[in-house]
């Protein structure tokens, strides 16, 4: 089945440790994102990247950081910079980036920082 | 920078009643889409319906329509004959196209509790 696998679906970090984030996805979709979800906030977006090896920020990118190395994976790094992370991340893809083409979302990974 | 505002935090409905949720947005530009997408219990976000701005006519699906008001920058969601399924939060978003790809812009969402 084609989709969008988010890993690990809760995930626990102490204050100052880098952390990294799975998204992986077989809908050989160009485009990838990743979002914040904070309780009573809508999503938030991070970083983008609409082709590998090409990314952009988003509104709150400051203390993530992104790689993408290939077109099914888009990895993302909560680094110690960031001082709140504890939050709920969604990453998300759709075909090119055309504002017609819905983007599709994992199931969210829960990041905890003890 | 567009920003979109849903004003109902929480809403409730009676089964099987019709309920409307609401969403506002502010953008200069002319061509732009609409979504409403639902996030239920499992927090997995599921595309409900989406609008284009240069259509007029209103989307729907299903139990689910639309009532874009372009001019006002509005864009309602109506559930009809509600079901208990329906009860999670729902977003409504924005998205242009931009040359280094679309973007998404989220509401601060609603949630909707179905009761039996």
């Known amino acids: 089945d084609g989709g969008i696998t988010q890993s690990p679906k809760y995930l626990f970090r102490k204050e100052g440790q880098n952390v990294t984030l799975s998204c992986e996805q077989n809908?050989?979709?160009?485009?990838m994102y990743w979002y914040r979800q904070d309780p009573g906030q809508g999503l938030r977006l991070i970083y983008y990247s609409q082709i590998v090896n090409d990314f952009q920020k988003g509104d709150i990118a400051e203390g993530y950081s992104v790689s993408r190395e290939k077109k099914e994976s888009f990895p993302l790094t909560v680094t110690s910079a960031q001082k709140n992370p504890t939050a709920f991340y969604l990453c998300?893809?759709?075909?090119?980036?055309?504002?017609?083409?819905?983007?599709?979302f994992g199931p969210g990974t829960r990041l905890t920082v003890l | 920078a567009q920003t979109v505002t849903q004003s109902q935090p929480e809403m409730s409905v009676q089964e099987a009643e019709t309920v409307t949720l609401s969403c506002t947005y502010d953008t200069s530009e002319s061509n732009y889409y609409l979504f409403w997408y639902k996030q239920p219990p499992s927090r997995q976000m599921i595309l409900v319906i989406r609008q284009e701005a240069y259509k007029q006519q209103n989307a729907t699906e299903n139990r689910f329509s639309v009532n874009f008001q372009k001019a006002a920058k509005s864009f309602s969601l109506k559930i009809s004959d509600s079901q208990l399924g329906d009860t999670a939060m729902y977003f409504c978003?924005?998205?242009?196209?931009?040359?280094?790809?679309?973007?998404?812009?989220f509401g601060e969402g609603t949630q909707l509790t179905v009761n039996p």
């Open positions: 809908l050989n979709h160009d485009a």
């Open positions: 978003a924005f998205m242009k196209q931009e040359t280094s790809g679309s973007r998404l812009t």
């Open positions: 998300a893809s759709n075909w090119d980036g055309s504002s017609y083409n819905e983007q599709f």
